[in-house]
């Protein structure tokens, strides 16, 4: 037995060592576990916490969870679950501690209460103790309190510890409540001067809230005095609402609710006037932006029964084909939450479903509670498929004559729109065919002089395009600019569009690296999000990065020169040489030579080009009608909370 006791000795030391070793790794590569040390990762420190407040809720323990922003940014995330357990763990250390200093450590030993948890997914709350200068825990259970603290310094010889216990856990009073409290101070360390943002968190916490009818979320920010609890008993139904709030809706909204094989599923979806379809879906209360097994299960099911439902009543002929699911889902605004046990995220950010049987459990819940639906509400049920038929002709007309254009037969008045502002590839490849729009003709000019011109093709804008969240698709259509988009891009607009027949597989913004650029931009991509929203699902819209300085290095005869796209990059540059430097900071593209353009810019091989990705359907959505729609109000309280006025530009 002597033995034995030695060896349990030494695995305890081995697995402290081990332990120290993964928070080290963590704060060495922040980003590895958090994406990255700006704004998004910082606010994943407070995910992380929530997310297990949020288990505790799935497990059927917790109903309230509380957040509490203090005045020294530091975080407070207190739930009224069982506790995290206080024993010791078979290594022997307290419970509590691997929670806090082992990777990945949440909800792997806790039995099995936690079937239902998006731990797999969150990297655990020992990220958020690697990343803070220090976190403490309180937990009330079995008639205790129970607290224990971490911390993470730097010794003066320059070794670093990372989120070590600074106390044991130690039992400091009694209580007869239950329940976790967590607070924790980012490391400015890490993060620099950071800055919590109150909204961000407040988004969060109510989409929470709404898609866990019966729980609680408040949240606290001390440094305003701002307080707002969420709580929602209608879930995913009150969430569609809430997201087609300022829409003219078609219908009432469609609830689906289910369960089967464990895994519980929730629908809710409405119509509306536009034609942007949204499916924000989650799982486990997770945002899986890249959708996955559930949404294709509802995609089939939805498809599926609508088809069956209009041949069942005479609405599609024997020899009519098949509606397709992007007509019938035009202007569907829909929430999908299902959770369940063992989730399997895959793809290369780990944001989509991947568990198979998410899929046939969805597809069958759907199916079962959409037909009942469907027989029950005769009228809203003609009328939606109506609305699909229409919007199946539109594209099928649109495309029909789209062909003829290009096979050289006249379309309805279409082929007039051919004018003379793009400037064409010569390759008829769209797979490898770019388009770059870009601002202004005198930069137009040296695009088109220092472009590839086997596969770039130009188009230069005159001016700002109109706001095409307050225009009108009519208004769109006669508006020269996007007209000239419309049609250089050839799949056409709206429910007419139709993503295979973009002669691109490219389309990047090129403009002014200044505040008027950077509107042009935001119009182009509310219109391509509002209008040709495909584009930018499949991955294809892209904004240029022209550099910000020119360096022009002085003396001698080869005077050379130099860009950067940063601050920091101008900085090393200016420090590298020895040579005098001039440094200009470029007004516009304009200022570029057709060679200049080409090698910093267009030239796939040294340029580079950030991708447009919608992060999360349902906040996209929100933030584009917020911030281009006609309301004033929300837009200026998202400015005030969001836009440092202290910061001097030029
Ligand atoms: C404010 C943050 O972390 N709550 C929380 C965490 C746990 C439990 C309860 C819990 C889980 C289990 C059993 C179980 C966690 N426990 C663990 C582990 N709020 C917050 N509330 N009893 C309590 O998993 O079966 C990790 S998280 F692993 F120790 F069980």
């Known amino acids: 037995m002597a033995g034995k006791k ?33 704004s998004s990762g910082l606010h994943h420190l407070i995910w992380e916490i929530v997310d297990n407040a949020v288990d505790e809720h799935l497990a059927k323990f917790a109903t309230k969870i509380d957040v509490t922003i203090h005045k020294d940014q530091s975080i407070t995330v207190t739930d009224n679950g069982r506790g995290i357990p206080t024993g010791m763990h078979p290594s022997g250390v307290p419970t509590i501690q691997v929670v806090f200093t082992v990777l990945h450590a949440g909800g792997k030993f806790g039995g099995n209460g936690y079937k239902k948890s998006g731990g797999l997914h969150g990297v655990g709350a020992s990220v958020t103790n690697a990343l803070s200068e220090w976190l403490k825990v309180a937990v009330h259970r079995d008639g205790h309190i129970y607290e224990m603290r971490f911390e993470s310094w730097t010794e003066r010889s320059g070794i670093e510890h990372v989120g070590e216990a600074a106390t044991k ?3 400091t009073g009694q209580s007869q409540m239950t329940g976790t409290t967590v607070s924790f101070l980012p490391d400015k360390k890490v993060f620099g001067q950071f800055h ?20 609680t979320m408040t949240l606290k920010d001390e440094r305003t005095d701002f307080s707002e609890s969420y709580s929602y008993n209608g879930g995913a139904k009150e969430f569609v609402k809430y997201l087609n709030e300022d829409k003219t809706t078609l219908n009432d909204i469609v609830h689906i609710q289910g369960e089967k094989e464990d895994i519980e599923v929730e629908v809710a979806f409405q119509f509306h006037d536009g034609f942007t379809e949204t499916i924000a879906s989650f799982v486990n209360t997770i945002p899986t932006r890249g959708g996955g097994t559930h949404e294709t299960g509802f995609k089939a099911a939805y498809t599926r029964v609508m088809n069956e439902y209009a041949r069942r009543n005479g609405l599609l002929k024997e020899k ?55 027989d029950e509400h005769p009228d809203e049920s003609q009328m939606l498929l109506k609305k699909a038929v229409l919007a199946f002709k539109a594209r099928e007309a649109a495309r029909k004559a789209r062909e003829d254009a290009r096979n050289g037969k006249k379309g309805r008045g279409e082929g007039a729109m051919l004018h003379g502002k793009l400037t064409p590839a010569q390759s008829k490849d769209a797979r490898r065919n770019e388009l770059f729009i870009v601002e202004g003709d005198s930069a137009g000019g040296s695009a088109k002089q220092g472009r590839d011109s086997r596969v770039q093709a130009i188009l230069p804008l005159k001016g700002k395009p109109m706001n095409p969240e307050k225009a009108k698709l009519g208004d769109i259509l006669k508006n020269d600019e996007y007209r000239a988009i419309i049609h250089s891009i050839g799949a056409g ?16 913004l090129m403009t002014d690296a200044d505040m008027d650029g950077a509107h042009i931009q935001v119009l182009l991509l509310t219109f391509f999000y509002r209008y040709m929203k495909p584009l930018i699902d499949e991955g294809r819209v892209y904004i240029a990065q022209p550099p910000l300085y020119k360096i022009n290095f002085k003396g001698g005869k080869n005077a050379e020169s130099k860009y950067a796209w940063t601050e920091e990059q101008l900085q090393v540059a200016l420090k590298q040489s020895k040579k005098h430097a001039e440094v200009q900071r470029f007004k516009g593209l304009g200022e570029m030579n057709p060679d200049q353009l080409w090698e910093t810019t267009m030239n796939p091989e040294t340029r580079s080009l950030m991708q447009v990705i919608i992060e999360d359907a349902a906040k996209t959505e929100r933030r584009v009608t917020t911030l281009m729609g006609d309301q004033v109000d929300p837009r200026k309280r998202w400015i005030m909370d969001h836009v440092d006025f202290t910061e001097v530009t030029e």
């Open 320 to 374: 009519e084909k098949n509606l397709e699911g992007s007509d019938l889902r035009e202007g569907m605004m829909c929430v999908l939450n299902i959770k369940m046990g063992e989730v399997e995220f895959v793809g290369q950010t780990k944001d989509q479903l991947g568990s198979s049987n998410a899929r046939s459990v969805v597809d069958a819940i759907t199916t079962d509670k959409l037909t009942v639906y469907l």
């Open 169 to 171: 856990l130690r039992k």
């Open 493 to 508: 607009i709206a429910n007419e569009f139709d993503v295979e027949d973009c002669l691109y597989s490219k389309i990047i």
């Open 196 to 215: 919590i943002q109150a909204d961000t968190v407040a988004e969060r916490l109510q989409e929470i809230a709404f898609l866990n009818a019966g729980l």
């Open 6 to 38: 030695q060896s349990s000795t030494n695995n305890y030391r081995d697995e402290d060592i081990q332990v120290l070793e993964g928070l080290v790794a963590v704060r060495k590569r922040p980003g590895m576990y958090i994406g990255s040390t700006g």
